[in-house]
């Protein structure tokens, strides 16, 4: 089983700041089955990138998602209010998939 | 577009068993794989396991291998998550999305697990 950790847990920034969350896998596997969900309280998980670069549709382009092997990495640029919430990384190329335990951002 | 419309919120006894459905609409049943995951009350999203309903092939969290069965029904493009011996621990929100990655979601299932 492929184990993602996810680091910080906690990121405290302010809006307009940029965020960096890492996803580090116990193996390495293809970059093609990495996602970045957002989870906010109350809403189902959407996802915003796939294939660990590749935004999905309607997702703004301050979300960008980036790394290969087992290590990658989600970065939101500007931190706009609607961002604070919960990401989770998961792989989806080998059984079973596996998520990440969630970083949380939350404003300063 | 796709849409996933889940059961209502459910209260079980210790021991007891739970299903949930997941009604979908909008896209291709039998083309896409049906996924669920939980989230238990303060922690992350947990796979529980996944069904391609074309060739009806279920596989499973080692965790759960026991005790969960997901099934899907291609003439009502439902699929259901059974998940049995229940104890509190199994508290969760339960989601179904489908495709990979996760595009589509339900709402999620509220199972609570109370004596």
């Known amino acids: 089983e492929i184990v993602l950790t996810q680091s910080p847990g906690t990121l405290s920034l302010s809006p307009g700041e940029r965020a960096t969350l890492s996803c580090r896998a116990s193996?390495?596997?293809?970059?093609?089955?990495l996602a970045w969900y957002q989870h906010r309280p109350g809403q189902a998980p959407r996802v915003l990138i796939y294939?660990?670069?590749s935004r999905a549709t309607g997702i703004p382009d301050r979300f960008s998602g980036s790394g290969s092997g087992t290590d990658f990495t989600l970065t939101i640029s500007r931190l706009e209010p609607e961002d604070f919430a919960v990401y989770y990384c998961h792989q989806y190329g080998s059984s079973p998939q596996t998520f990440g335990q969630g970083t949380k951002v939350e404003i300063k | 577009q796709v849409q996933l419309v889940q059961s209502g919120a459910e209260v079980k006894k210790p021991g007891s068993s739970v299903k949930v459905s997941c009604k979908t609409s909008?896209?291709?049943?039998?083309?896409?794989?049906i996924t669920w995951v939980r989230q238990a009350p303060g922690q992350g999203l947990e796979w529980m396991g996944k069904i391609l309903p074309l060739l009806d092939i279920a596989n499973y969290a080692q965790k759960f291998q026991d005790r969960v069965t997901i099934t899907a029904d291609k003439s009502t493009t439902t699929s259901y998550m059974e998940l049995r011996s229940l104890g509190s621990e199994d508290t969760a929100i339960y989601y179904c999305?489908?495709?990979?990655?996760?595009?589509?979601w339900g709402q999620g299932t509220l199972v609570t697990v109370s004596s």
């Open positions: 909008g896209g291709s049943f039998s083309a896409s794989s």
């Open positions: 193996q390495s596997f293809s970059s093609s089955f």
């Open positions: 999305a489908t495709d990979l990655p996760l595009y589509n």
């Open positions: 294939a660990a670069s």
